[in-house]
Nanobody, 115 residues
Framework: VQLVESGGGLVQPGGSLRLSCAGFGATFRGNPMGWYRQAPGKQREVVARIIKSSSRYYAESVKGRFTISRDDAKNTVYLQMNSLKPEDTAVYYC??????????WGQGIQVTVSQ
């Protein structure tokens, strides 16, 4: 199983980015997927998770600004990030869980919010 993230980069405060995570080697339909992030000197934290469109979770710090979605036909999960703040700067990781406790992570992608 491989997860490949894309869409990160440098953006000014107030700007937007859309992260994508494409999965390979398995069918992800029905399995929880999510985005996590890790800032320098901090622990990795959950940003958003999705099982299906009616079942989404967001960290309080991103509610109302970020939207997680998925396209199971493409084995892809997205994170639309709006109104970005400097404190959103981190390496963002894609994650998928399978039955039996198997977990897989992407390689991580840098998001930097700065003037």
């Amino acid at each position: 199983v491989q997860l490949v993230e894309s869409g990160g980069g440098l953006v000014q405060p107030g700007g937007s980015l859309r992260l994508s995570c494409a999965g390979f080697g398995a069918t992800f339909r029905g399995n929880p997927m999510g985005w996590y992030r890790q800032a320098p000197g901090k622990q990795r934290e959950v940003v958003a998770r999705i099982i299906k469109s009616s079942s989404r979770y967001y960290a309080e710090s991103v509610k109302g600004r970020f939207t997680i979605s998925r396209d199971d036909a493409k084995n892809t999960v997205y994170l639309q990030m709006n109104s970005l703040k400097p404190e959103d700067t981190a390496v963002y990781y894609c994650h998928v869980e399978f039955l039996g406790g198997r977990n897989y992570w992407g390689q991580g992608i840098q998001v930097t919010v700065s003037q």
